[in-house]
């Protein structure tokens, strides 16, 4: 049983495409986020929901706007797609906010900006 | 969140113990270590974290100075499969709802 699944787990597409990542945790955690990866390898935090509610929102274009239907769901969509988006996009959970909750990622969503 | 240090990278012997070094000069009485790791092409991993106490778990214990600026990550028995970059994260409560992550240590197990 995988405990934070994304789907697609590759998406190549061309530039000014919409497109949107899924999220799913079956951890029964509060809390969920999205973290992107850059071609240096550094993951920088984009959203947080606690319980539905956004709670952190990064310095992130807004194209990219998160969704969370439900607290076992956070989804990601994105417009017009631009080359500076291809990057690993990572979900994650966590039982609550608390400072000694672990998070826990998924595998990752490798998206390609043609 | 306190900054850390952490070597670019370290080699292991296989069946050794790895012990990955962290500097954290900085860190206030509220913040706890973490350790993640990310194998190629996964996600990060969850590993341990501790706020001054030494803790221990299946995958690796963690050892706190006590004027808590520097802490180590122990493997006990490194495997092939525990090459990966280990990612040492200072975290405070005040900041509690997102991690910030460096650039870590690669560690290679070597056969």
């Known amino acids: 049983d995988t405990a934070v699944s994304q789907t697609p787990k590759y998406l190549v597409t061309q530039m000014g495409n919409d497109k949107s990542i899924k999220c799913e945790q079956n951890?029964?955690?509060?809390?969920m986020y999205w973290y992107k990866q850059d071609s240096k390898k550094f993951l920088k935090i984009m959203f947080s929901y606690n319980n539905k509610e956004l709670i952190i929102n990064e310095t992130v274009p807004n194209r990219f706007s998160p969704k969370s239907p439900d607290k076992a769901h956070l989804n990601l969509h994105i417009n017009s797609l631009e080359l500076g988006d291809s990057a690993v996009y990572f979900c994650?959970?966590?039982?609550?906010?608390?400072?000694?909750?672990?998070?826990?990622f998924g595998d990752g969503t490798r998206l390609s900006i043609l | 969140d306190a900054k850390t240090t952490q070597p670019t990278s370290m080699d292991c012997a296989e069946g050794r113990a790895a012990n990955l070094p962290c500097n954290h000069s900085?860190?206030?009485?509220?913040?706890?270590v973490y350790w993640y790791r990310q194998i190629h092409s996964q996600g990060p991993q969850y590993i341990i974290h501790g706020l001054k106490n030494n803790e221990t778990n299946e995958m690796a214990s963690l050892i706190i100075t006590e004027d808590r600026k520097s802490s180590t990550l122990i493997l006990p028995h490194a495997t092939l499969r525990d090459t990966a970059v280990y990612y040492c994260?200072?975290?405070?409560?005040?900041?509690?709802?997102?991690?910030?992550f460096g650039s870590g240590t690669q560690l290679t197990v070597l056969p």
């Open positions: 994260i200072v975290r405070a409560s005040g900041s509690a709802r997102q991690l910030t």
């Open positions: 994650a959970s966590s039982q609550s906010t608390g400072v000694a909750q672990p998070q826990h």
């Open positions: 951890l029964g955690h509060d809390t």
């Open positions: 900085t860190i206030s009485g509220n913040e706890y």
